[in-house]
């Protein structure tokens, strides 16, 4: 049976004592900057939520509507532990029944670079398609066309690249947002769904 969370269920007690509860983790400014950027009360859907801290917990507090999809089950678990009105689902981002709907914003961090090659190419349609006009994506993966081993899980990573990235963005219909990195040296890049 193929692992769905790519290793994350394996890990997810001992990522859930540590980064799950960094209230101010890496890309907690980040995320912070990007809410303000949507009106309260937008809906908004967090891809790979995890434990929803810190993602999840600020989208909230900034007064958006949030939607959150993993696949890992103990990580599950915890998110609905921390935010039991926030409807989550666990699955995999491929497969997400969420795509049915549309956002006003959707946001991925730490996920991409651990879905194949084709997977980041298919959601990146997905979630483009998923905006509202208006509508903003974020997400992250390294600046250059790279493969590695995951620090925690040891599963295969990758990167597209810069290039096919923006490509990506721009082919799905979407205006090529703001790149920048955050404390933690990660990269993001962003589209915005003409209104």
């Known amino acids: 049976m193929t692992d769905e969370s790519?290793?994350?269920?394996?890990?997810?007690?001992?990522y859930i004592k540590g980064?799950?509860?960094?209230?101010?983790?890496?890309?907690?400014?980040t995320a912070r900057a990007w809410a303000r950027t949507l009106k309260a009360g937008s809906v908004v859907l967090d891809l790979g939520c995890g434990t929803g801290i810190p993602v999840t917990k600020i989208l909230l507090e900034a007064g958006l509507n949030a939607y959150a999809v993993d696949a890992s089950p103990k990580m599950v678990e915890d998110f609905r532990h921390?935010?039991?009105?926030?409807?989550?689902?666990?699955?995999?981002?491929?497969?997400?029944?969420?795509?049915?709907?549309?956002?006003?914003?959707?946001?991925?961090?730490?996920l991409m670079f651990l879905l194949s090659e084709e997977t980041q190419r298919t959601l990146i349609h997905k979630m483009a398609a998923a905006l509202n006009p208006g509508g903003k994506l974020l997400f992250?993966?390294?600046?250059?066309?790279?493969?590695?081993?995951?620090?925690?899980t040891e599963q295969a990573s990758r990167s597209l690249g810069a290039e096919q990235y923006r490509l990506l963005i721009s082919?799905?219909?979407l205006s090529i947002g703001e790149e920048f990195d955050d404390e933690g040296g990660n990269h993001y890049f962003s589209g915005i769904r003409p209104g």
């Open 6 to 14: 790519n290793g994350y269920e394996s890990i997810a007690e001992i």
């Open 19 to 29: 980064r799950g509860r960094a209230i101010n983790g890496i890309g907690a400014s």
């Open 82 to 110: 921390n935010f039991p009105g926030v409807p989550v689902v666990c699955e995999s981002v491929e497969r997400s029944p969420f795509f049915n709907r549309t956002f006003d914003g959707i946001i991925s961090v730490g």
């Open 140 to 152: 992250t993966a390294p600046l250059d066309k790279i493969e590695w081993k995951d620090a925690m």
């Open 171 to 173: 082919t799905s219909e």
